[in-house]
C-alpha cells in the first residue's frame, strides 16, 4: 500500500519560500511510470494542478506557477520536495501531493491519480 504524507510550515509570510516535503512509502519515486505531482485547492476554490517531477526525475510546471515553482527530490528518502518563491495570501491553500499513475492498455494509455496525501493547509499572512 502507497502513502503519502506532506509536511511542512502552516504559515508563511509574505514575500518568502513555502516550501513542502511529501514523504513516500510502499513503493519508490523512480520507479516507472509514476508521476509525482503536487496538487492545491485555495479556500472556495477547486483544485489547481502545481507540477509534477517524473520517475526519471524531469520536472513539469503549470504555466501560471512556473516561474516561482520548483519540485526536486531524495531519493535515499524517497522524498519529492515543492518550493513556491514570493508568496502572497493568494497562495493560502490546502497543497496536497498524489501520485499520477501511467496506466498502459490495448488501445493506448491513461492517466489516472491513485494515491493521495491528507492534505496540509498553507497560511500566507504576515
Known amino acids: 500500500q502507497v502513502q503519502l504524507q506532506e509536511s511542512g510550515p502552516g504559515l508563511v509570510k509574505p514575500s518568502q519560500t513555502l516550501s513542502l516535503t511529501c514523504t513516500v512509502s510502499g513503493g519508490s519515486i523512480t520507479t516507472n511510470y509514476y508521476y509525482w505531482s503536487w496538487i492545491r485547492q485555495p479556500p472556495g476554490k477547486g483544485l489547481e494542478w502545481i507540477g509534477y517531477q517524473t520517475y526519471s526525475g524531469s520536472t513539469y510546471y503549470s504555466p501560471s506557477l512556473k516561474s516561482r515553482t520548483s519540485i526536486s527530490r531524495d531519493t535515499s528518502k524517497n522524498q519529492f520536495t515543492l518550493q513556491l518563491s514570493s508568496v502572497t495570501p493568494e497562495d493560502t491553500a490546502v497543497y496536497y501531493c498524489?501520485?499520477?499513475?501511467?496506466?498502459?492498455?490495448?488501445?493506448?494509455?491513461?492517466?489516472?491519480?491513485?494515491?493521495w496525501g491528507q492534505g496540509t493547509q498553507v497560511t500566507v499572512s504576515s
Open positions: 498524489a501520485r499520477l499513475a501511467r496506466i498502459d492498455v490495448e488501445s493506448g494509455s491513461y492517466y489516472v491519480y491513485d494515491y
